[in-house]
Structure formats: C-alpha cells, structure tokens
C-alpha cells in the first residue's frame, strides 16, 4: 500500500476531521455497515466482538455507506441515534461514505486493493441469492475485487497491513472471524 491506512482522512460520524491514526498498534475491523439491511442485525454481533476483545487492543470501526440497495439512506445524526438507540453501538462510527463505484473513498479503495477476495467462498450461494435479488430490482452486484454488499468487513493488524477480508453474509462471531481476530491480537 503506497498509503498507510493511518494516514486517509476520514470523519467521525459528528463530521469530525480525522483519521485511524489513534488505532495505530491495535487490530481492527473496518465494516462498512447499513441501518436498513436484512444484515442489520450484525450490529449486536460487532458489539459484542468489540465488547470481548477491546481491552486487547481491539476496535471495531463502522463506516455506514448508502451504495447496496439505498439501505443507508439517513444522515450521520440518523445513523448515529439508529446506531446507539436500537443496538447500543460503543464501537467507533463514522460519517457516511462510498464504498464502490467511482467516488469510492480512498479507505476503501486502499483496504480492496490490500485484499482483493475475500477469505473463502461466500456461503450458500450469497452472491447468487444477491445477484437473483438485484436482477428483479434492476441492479447487478459488483464483481470482485469490489464490495459485495453492506457489512463486508476487512481484519487490520496491528501492522496496519490488511490480514483478512470477509464477505457480508459472514457474521462477526463466526468462529473463522473470531480465530482471526484472536491470532491478530496475538501476532
């Protein structure tokens, strides 16, 4: 990576200037999530994860995007109150960005070209299910190397270098998440 990860610009989901610079040394899942997903409810499992490991150095950083199927399509202020009030999210937010497509960020378009697949097949046909589902809307998925879907996540160590991506459909607390987590906190 030309760029270090630490070093894009982003904002916090109040509008904040910032960057991941304060997570340097710790691992990290870089999710990009949505209030309106039938994959919504992997919030309780991101906090959960966040809550189990955050004392080892491990955060969980939502980045809410509006690209698959216009299932982010409040403010920041919306996703932040959605966020607290339905899941009690504790875990780093921030403001509202493109994952793909043309004015995808560069956060993104830094951890895609880091990891370009996502750790193993996606199960049970997603990506068809996904593309059956689209087909009737009109729309196509991306291919790869682009996002799938909403709550892709993508596993940092505490190198900064991008250890693991998996595809939406993979739950956080799914023991092939977790083993990864567990061997990034350790390495």
């Known amino acids: 990576m030309s760029t270090s990860l630490y070093e894009i610009p982003v904002e916090t989901i109040a509008g904040e200037p910032t960057s991941l610079a304060a997570y340097r040394g710790k ?3 870089v999710v990009n999530v949505a209030s309106k997903c039938g994959l919504t409810k992997q919030y309780d499992a991101l906090e959960t994860l966040y809550a189990r490991f955050k004392d080892q150095g491990f955060v969980v950083l939502g980045f809410p995007a509006n690209d698959f199927g216009a299932q982010e399509p409040g403010s920041n202020e919306e996703i ?3 966020c607290a009030s ?3 999210v504790d875990f780093p937010m921030f403001s509202k960005i493109a994952v793909t497509g043309p004015a995808v960020h560069p956060l993104y378009r830094t951890l ?3 990891q370009p697949k996502a750790n193993g097949a ?3 046909g997603f990506r068809e299910k996904l593309t059956g589902f689209l087909a009737g809307r009109g729309e196509t998925t991306n291919p790869e190397p682009g996002i799938l879907w909403n709550f892709e996540k993508f596993l940092v160590g505490r190198d900064g270098k991008v250890a693991a991506r998996f595809s939406p ?3 956080p607390d799914d023991p ?6 567990e061997a990034a906190l350790a390495g």
């Open 169 to 171: 459909e993979v739950t």
């Open 80 to 82: 932040a109150t959605f």
């Open 86 to 88: 339905t899941f009690g």
């Open 176 to 181: 092939g998440v977790v083993a990864a987590i």
């Open 112 to 114: 895609i070209d880091a």
């Open 122 to 124: 996606t199960r049970e």
């Open 27 to 29: 691992v990290l899942l």
